[in-house]
């Protein structure tokens, strides 16, 4: 089975998700959302929420097929099945344009993420589809993650803001480079308390 995007109104993700369940109960398919804990000033306390990764992205594990396709097409809030631009992208080819003795036609409809992508994605990710905190040091602008999501990543980190607790990083989604805040605890002068 492999991973693809589906592109939905956002802030519906979670309820399109249990429609799709119901409408492909009988198909081996799992929907996930995947979310980032984050801290947010809240009448001047501090409270963790959680925010979607990519807002308006359902990620899809499944055995592909039309009958699957179309079921997404016509699910309403369900905006398109991403294909990295073949059929959407405003400069590809007319279908007559197009040699047919060397076209995978599911490749158009439906393409799947790239798998150095998807791992990447999932590695982040907790039983619950989530991001949470990673503990994170900072000796003379030298950033070392302790524990937790991020271990061994800290090239992915372009940014620290130590005063709201989040990191922004790079994540590779769908042939882009996108930056994302997430959640991160900075321990004092290093400490891996």
């Known amino acids: 089975m492999r991973w693809y995007a589906l592109f939905v109104q956002a802030g519906h993700e979670e309820s399109l998700c249990k429609v799709l369940r119901k409408k492909l109960n009988h198909e081996s398919t799992k929907f996930i959302v995947p979310k980032r804990k984050i801290p947010e000033r809240r009448n001047g306390d501090q409270v963790d929420v959680l ?4 807002p308006g992205y359902i990620l899809v594990q499944a055995h592909m097929n039309t009958k699957i396709y179309y079921i ?4 309403p809030k369900v905006i398109r099945m991403l ?3 073949y059929l959407h992208n405003s400069i590809a080819k007319k279908r007559s344009d197009i040699k047919r003795e ?6 158009y409809y439906f393409r799947d993420i790239p798998s150095t992508e998807i791992r990447r994605i999932l590695t982040l990710l ?10 994170v040091s900072i000796i003379d602008s030298n950033i070392t993650v302790k524990s937790g999501p991020l271990l061994h990543m800290e090239t ?3 940014k620290i803001d130590k005063r709201k607790g989040r990191a922004k990083i790079a994540l590779d989604f769908l042939g882009e480079t996108k930056v ?3 959640g991160v ?6 400490n891996n308390e």
């Open 51 to 54: 925010r979607p990764l990519f």
């Open 72 to 75: 997404f097409k016509d699910t």
């Open 83 to 85: 294909n990295h631009g």
């Open 102 to 107: 060397n076209f995978d036609y599911n490749e």
């Open 126 to 135: 907790d039983e619950n589809d989530t991001i949470n905190y990673s503990k």
């Open 156 to 158: 992915q980190i372009k």
């Open 180 to 182: 994302v805040d997430i």
């Open 185 to 190: 605890e900075v321990l004092k002068d290093g």
